[in-house]
C-alpha cells in the first residue's frame, strides 16, 4: 500500500479545499460580512494540514486501483468534514452534523437541505453552497489530475474511481490532458451561463451562483422560493444548461473536433436521454394541464421539473408534492435514470440502463433462440462483456442500498413515500423528494443517524457505489496488508502490465 502518495494526494486536496474557501470570504469581504472570518480561518488550517501531508515527498507516484478507491473516499470525506467548520462556527448552522449535512449534499452535488430557510444565511455562506456544487460537479481530482505529477496509470485509476458513468475512457492518449480538457469545456459553459443570466437581469452574485448550482447540477439556491420567483427568461436559460450539463462531456468534445455524428447523430444515449426528457415532459404537461392558463405554461413547468430531476439538479418551480400521482410517479422514475454516463449529473444512468435494457431483451431472445449468440450493442459497438456484467452488478447492489437505508432511516417513523424518495433522492444525489422532503420541504426532521445514513448515500451515489463499498470488503483489506508487507508483489506487477499502456 503506497501510504506515502495517498497522504500527498489528501494534502494536495486540503490545499485546494484552502482556495476553495477563499471565494466565500471574499464575497463576505465584499458585502461587509464578519462571517469571512471563520472561512478565512478555515482555509489557513486546511492549508497548513495539506502543506504538512505533503513535506515528506514519496519516491514514487504510481500507485494502483485499491489505492485509488482509499484515495477518492477519503477526500470527498474530508472535503465535506472541512467545509463544514466555518458554516457551524458562524453559527448559521445549529449542529456540526447539520453543517456536515449541507456541505456533502454541496460537493455531492445533491442539493439536499436540513434548512427550513436559506434567506436568513450570510451571503458568504449562501454562496459557498452554492460554489460546492462546481467545484464538486466535475471532480476536485479530475482537476488535481491536470497538475499532479502522477503516472498515466495512477491518473487513470483516479479517474476510474471518480467519474460518474460505466466505463471512463480517455478523449486524448494522456489521461492529464483528457482532464484539463474536461474542466475547459466546463469553465467555458459555466462563463457563458453567468453571461446570459446577466444579460437577463441578474447581479453578477446572483448569476455566479446560480450558475455554480445548474452547471455542478445541484440545486442550491438563493432564496426559499428556489427558481420560482425569476422571470421566465431565467428559468429557461436554467433548463438549457441543465440539459447540457446532463449530457455526456465527452459530447461536447467530439463537437469541437467537428465530429457532430459522432457527438449525437450516432450517439444512441444523447438519443434516448433527450426522448426519456421530453416524452416525460409531454405526459406530464397533459396530465397537469388543468392547473395552468395556457398548455405552453404548463409544459414549460413540466419541462423544468423534468429537467431538474433527470440532471439531479434539484431546482424547483412548482411544489410538485401537489401534483397528480401520474406526474409525481414519472419524476420518481426520472430520479431513478438520472443523467447520461461522463456527466455532473447522478442517477442509474441513461447508459447503464440501456445495457440493462440490452441484456434482458438478449435473455429473452436466448430463450427463444437458444443457439443464438446475442451481444448488446451501444453507439453501433458492440458492449464488452464485462461492462455488462458490471452494470448487472451495480443494479443489484444499487437495490439492496435503497433497501438497507430505507430501513435504517424508518427507525424516525416518517411515512413510506418520504423515506423511499429521501434515499432516492440522496443516492441519486437529486435533492428534493416527496411528502415531508418535497420541494418546500427539507431533512431538518430526521435523526442523526437517520442524516449519517443519508449522507453516506450521497457520497456512495456520487461515487458511483463501488469505490465505497469496495472499502468494507474484508478481502480488499487482506489484499492491502498482503502489499504493505511486500508478500504479494506479483499482484502489483499484473496491474501495472495491465494499465501500462495507458
Known amino acids: 500500500m503506497n501510504y506515502a502518495v495517498i497522504r500527498y494526494i489528501l494534502g494536495t486536496v486540503l490545499c485546494c479545499q484552502s482556495v476553495f474557501l477563499l471565494a466565500p470570504a471574499l464575497v463576505a469581504a465584499v458585502y461587509k460580512e464578519q462571517e469571512g472570518f471563520w472561512y478565512l480561518a478555515a482555509a489557513a488550517a486546511c492549508f497548513v494540514i495539506g502543506l504538512l501531508l505533503r513535506v515528506c515527498r514519496t519516491k514514487t507516484k504510481v500507485f494502483y486501483s485499491r489505492e485509488a478507491f ?109 482532464a484539463l480538457i474536461l474542466y475547459k469545456i466546463y469553465l467555458f ?48 436559460i436554467i433548463i438549457v444548461f441543465m440539459l447540457l450539463c446532463a449530457l455526456n462531456f465527452n459530447t461536447y468534445y467530439l463537437l469541437l473536433i467537428r465530429k457532430p455524428k459522432e457527438a449525437i447523430l450516432h450517439n444512441s444515449e444523447v438519443k434516448w ?131 438497507g437505508s430505507v430501513l435504517l432511516i424508518s427507525i424516525d417513523n416518517f411515512d413510506m413515500t418520504t423515506n423511499l424518495t429521501a434515499v432516492l433522492a440522496t443516492l441519486n444525489n437529486i435533492g428534493p423528494g416527496l411528502n415531508e422532503v418535497g420541494p418546500t420541504g427539507n431533512f431538518g426532521g430526521y435523526s442523526v443517524l437517520s442524516k449519517i445514513v443519508l449522507m453516506g448515500d450521497m457520497l456512495i451515489g456520487r461515487l458511483e457505489i463501488f469505490p465505497v463499498l469496495t472499502l468494507f470488503a474484508p478481502g ?6 498482503w502489499h504493505s508487507n511486500k508478500k504479494y508483489d506479483k499482484f502489483d506487477k499484473l496491474e501495472k502490465d495491465e494499465y501500462g499502456r495507458m
Not at 459555466?190 to 448550482?213: C, D, I, K, P, R
Not at 395552468?292 to 412548482?318: D, K, N, P, R, Y
Not at 401537489?322 to 435514470?337: A, G, K, N, Y
Open 70 to 178: 482509499l484515495t477518492v473516499t477519503s477526500s470527498w470525506v474530508i472535503l465535506g468534514m472541512t467545509g463544514a467548520l466555518p458554516m457551524y462556527m458562524t453559527g448559521e448552522y445549529k449542529t456540526y452534523i447539520d453543517a456536515m449535512f449541507d456541505t456533502i449534499s454541496g460537493f455531492t452535488t445533491t442539493g439536499a437541505s436540513v434548512l427550513s430557510t436559506v434567506e436568513e444565511l450570510s451571503r458568504a455562506t449562501a454562496f459557498w453552497r452554492c460554489f460546492t456544487h462546481w467545484s464538486g460537479g466535475m471532480g476536485v481530482l479530475v482537476f488535481l489530475m491536470a497538475v499532479l505529477p502522477l503516472s498515466g496509470s495512477s491518473n487513470m485509476h483516479l479517474m476510474r474511481a471518480e467519474s460518474p458513468g460505466p466505463s471512463v475512457g480517455k478523449l486524448v492518449p494522456r489521461v492529464r490532458q483528457t
Open 189 to 236: 459553459i459555466t462563463l457563458l451561463q453567468v453571461v446570459l443570466l446577466m444579460l437577463a437581469g441578474l447581479s453578477l452574485y446572483e448569476a455566479l451562483a446560480l450558475s455554480f448550482s445548474t452547471v455542478g447540477t445541484g440545486g442550491f439556491a438563493l432564496v426559499d422560493s428556489s427558481i420560482a420567483g425569476y422571470s421566465h427568461l431565467v428559468q429557461i
Open 273 to 403: 436521454f433527450l426522448m426519456i426528457v421530453f416524452s416525460a415532459a409531454a405526459v406530464i404537461t397533459l396530465n397537469i394541464r388543468d392547473g395552468f392558463q395556457s398548455i405552453l405554461e404548463a409544459f414549460h413547468t413540466a419541462l423544468f421539473q423534468v429537467a431538474t430531476l433527470i440532471s439531479s439538479t434539484g431546482f424547483a418551480t412548482a411544489d410538485f408534492n401537489l401534483w397528480p400521482e401520474l406526474s409525481r410517479t414519472i419524476l420518481v422514475i426520472l430520479m431513478f435514470v438520472g443523467a447520461c454516463a461522463g456527466s455532473t449529473g447522478g442517477g442509474f444512468k441513461v447508459s447503464r440502463l440501456m445495457i440493462v435494457v440490452g441484456a434482458a431483451k438478449n435473455e429473452l431472445l436466448s430463450m427463444t433462440h437458444p443457439r443464438s449468440v446475442q451481444k448488446v450493442h451501444m453507439n453501433g459497438r458492440r458492449v464488452p462483456d464485462n461492462i455488462v456484467k458490471t452494470a448487472l452488478c451495480y443494479m443489484t447492489v444499487y437495490v439492496f442500498v435503497i433497501i
Open 476 to 481: 480488499m483489506w487482506r489484499i492491502l496488508s
